[in-house]
Nanobody, 123 residues
Framework: VQLQASGGGLVQAGGSLRLSCAAS????????MNWYRQAPGKQREMVAS???????NYADSVKGRFTISRDNAKNTVYLQMNSLKPEDTAIYYC??????????????????WGQGTLVTVSS
């Protein structure tokens, strides 16, 4: 099972981007899904999370600008980022509580990181 993030890129300040992160493989279900980011020289920080019941939580720095959502049928989480600022420049990572079938067809739980996608906001 893998998490594949996409949607990063270069955008001017005030612009928008939409990130996606899809789980692939023998997925049984997904619990909480999260977006984190890591800017150069800084620690990784939580940006937004969404539970299986679609309860959301945001870092103060992105409230009112970013929206997290999920499509359970597609095993995908999204991050709509509006009014982007240069300080939003970072590598964005998805992180999810996955339940999937292993090679013995048993359901196992595993927290997994996706690969990062780079977001660059120019001033």
């Amino acid at each position: 099972v893998q998490l594949q993030a996409s949607g990063g890129g270069l955008v001017q300040a005030g612009g928008s981007l939409r990130l996606s992160c899809a789980a692939s493989g023998s997925v049984f279900g997904i619990g909480t899904m999260n977006w984190y980011r890591q800017a150069p020289g800084k620690q990784r920080e939580m940006v937004a999370s969404i539970t299986g019941g679609s309860t959301t939580n945001y870092a103060d720095s992105v409230k009112g600008r970013f929206t997290i959502s999920r499509d359970n049928a597609k095993n995908t989480v999204y991050l709509q980022m509006n009014s982007l600022k240069p300080e939003d420049t970072a590598i964005y990572y998805c992180y999810a509580d996955l339940n999937y079938y292993n090679s013995n067809e048993e359901i196992v739980a595993h927290k997994k990181w996706g690969q990062g996608t780079l977001v660059t906001v120019s001033s």
